[in-house]
């Protein structure tokens, strides 16, 4: 009908994020048996999506040969997993909660004591890792030991399991939700299904929203919610949409500003990532960073910012079969998100 769309994406922009995705799942296929992969660019102040990568090829064939989409494929096309999946975030909310606490009173250097801890009331007595006991709640952190006393700022930088889950019990769960909320997350509203899992990736997300959260961090807490079409005008002209810049302050810029200096310090997200450090960096730019793993490594995230520039990665396979050798985030995700970078 005479219609012109006008988008947000960049273009090239748009094809690196192919070329990175491309690449990042056949690495991922070899290593880990992971299919599929997504990524999403936003520009954090202004809110626009400069590059949108929903599956490594949306007219892709099944994988494995002969599967059922929808039900048993490690990879199907005709699916954005960036606008259509919920997938769990595992540990890439876990800033949110720490914002929290800082907002309540709490700071980077608050001590947080890392050590084995049962957190329901039902389960009393020394922690049993072994039990099966639905009733309790006693989460281990990824690397099965334990620090001892730590400061908020190292147990969010290192994505420490434990402190994470004591400092959403000290911000208060549906406190945490409703900063999530401010952020322009809005599949996380039935706080009943939720609890202190929240940190680990017990509620689930979708990608575009959850790299508008981090834009929304980037952007020293002024929310815009991401945007794709700039204008679309008809046949005679006349402009039917057009995209407006509507930030809003939605949190107070300073706990915003404490986060972004844990998650850009190098020193002290370095225990976590050891030899692939470099991966977390980007030459002439000083990026903030937030992976996330979820249970049996099923979902790989990697979060990253500056000012001008907030990108998510997911990496995983649709049917929600799991990474095999301990894929995780630094494995399947970081190198991607890298590469774009």
Same mark, same amino acid.
């Given at each position: 009908?005479g219609?012109k769309?006008?988008?947000?994406?960049?273009?090239n922009?748009?094809?690196?994020?192919?070329?990175?995705v491309l690449e990042?799942?056949?690495?991922n296929?070899?290593?880990?048996?992971g299919?599929n992969?997504?990524?999403?660019?936003i520009d954090p102040?202004?809110g626009?999506?400069?590059?949108?990568?929903?599956?490594?090829?949306y007219?892709?064939?099944p994988v494995p040969?002969?599967?059922?989409p929808?039900?048993n494929?490690?990879?199907?096309?005709n699916?954005?997993?960036?606008?259509q999946?919920l997938r769990?975030p595992g540990?890439?909310l876990?800033?949110?909660?720490?914002l929290?606490?800082?907002e309540?009173?709490f700071?980077p250097d608050?001590?947080?004591?890392?050590?084995?801890t049962?957190f329901a009331?039902?389960c009393?007595?020394?922690v049993?890792?072994?039990?099966k006991?639905?009733s309790?709640?006693?989460p281990?952190?990824?690397s099965?030991?334990f620090s001892g006393p730590i400061?908020m700022?190292e147990a969010l930088?290192?994505?420490?399991? !434990?402190?994470s889950?004591k400092?959403?019990?000290l911000? %208060?769960?549906? &406190?945490?939700?409703?900063? *999530?909320?401010?952020f +322009?997350i809005?599949?996380?509203d039935?706080?009943a299904r939720?609890g202190?899992?929240?940190?680990?990736?017990?509620?689930?997300?979708?990608?575009i929203?959850l790299?508008?959260?981090?834009?929304?961090l980037?952007a020293?807490?002024?929310?815009?919610?991401?945007a794709?079409?700039l204008?679309i005008e008809?046949?005679?002209?006349?402009?039917?949409?057009?995209?407006k810049?509507?930030g809003?302050?939605v949190?107070?810029?300073?706990?915003?500003?404490?986060?972004?200096d844990?998650l850009?310090s190098?020193?002290?997200?370095?225990?976590l990532f050891?030899?692939?450090?470099?991966l977390t960096? !980007?030459?002439?730019?000083?990026?903030?960073?937030?992976t %996330?793993t979820? &249970?049996d490594?099923?979902d *790989?995230?990697a979060? +990253?910012y500056?000012?001008n520039?907030a990108?998510?990665?997911w990496?995983?396979?649709?049917?929600?079969?799991?990474?095999?050798s301990?894929?995780?985030s630094v494995l399947a995700a970081?190198?991607?998100w890298?590469?774009?970078m």
């Amino acid at each position: 009908d005479g219609f012109k769309v006008i988008t947000s994406l960049d273009k090239n922009l748009q094809e690196t994020a192919e070329e990175a995705v491309l690449e990042g799942v056949r690495r991922n296929s070899e290593l880990y048996n992971g299919e599929n992969s997504a990524l999403v660019a936003i520009d954090p102040q202004t809110g626009q999506v400069l590059a949108m990568v929903g599956s490594k090829d949306y007219f892709g064939d099944p994988v494995p040969d002969g599967c059922t989409p929808g039900t048993n494929c490690r990879f199907e096309g005709n699916f954005n997993v960036a606008t259509q999946g919920l997938r769990q975030p595992g540990s890439a909310l876990k800033p949110f909660a720490y914002l929290t606490a800082f907002e309540g009173g709490f700071t980077p250097d608050t001590i947080i004591w890392d050590v084995p801890t049962e957190f329901a009331v039902a389960c009393p007595g020394v922690v049993n890792f072994s039990s099966k006991n639905p009733s309790c709640y006693h989460p281990q952190n990824f690397s099965l030991r334990f620090s001892g006393p730590i400061t908020m700022k190292e147990a969010l930088a290192q994505s420490i399991n !434990v402190p994470s889950v004591k400092t959403l019990y000290l911000a %208060g769960l549906e &406190n945490t939700i409703n900063t *999530a909320v401010k952020f +322009g997350i809005t599949t996380l509203d039935d706080p009943a299904r939720l609890g202190l899992s929240l940190v680990l990736g017990g509620g689930e997300i979708r990608l575009i929203e959850l790299v508008g959260a981090y834009a929304t961090l980037a952007a020293d807490g002024v929310y815009r919610k991401p945007a794709t079409i700039l204008k679309i005008e008809n046949a005679d002209g006349e402009i039917l949409e057009e995209y407006k810049n509507d930030g809003a302050q939605v949190v107070d810029p300073q706990g915003v500003r404490l986060i972004n200096d844990i998650l850009s310090s190098v020193e002290l997200r370095s225990p976590l990532f050891s030899a692939s450090l470099p991966l977390t960096q !980007v030459s002439g730019h000083q990026v903030a960073l937030k992976t %996330g793993t979820t &249970n049996d490594f099923v979902d *790989a995230w990697a979060f +990253g910012y500056t000012p001008n520039l907030a990108v998510g990665v997911w990496a995983g396979n649709n049917n929600r079969d799991p990474l095999a050798s301990r894929g995780g985030s630094v494995l399947a995700a970081v190198p991607m998100w890298h590469s774009f970078m």
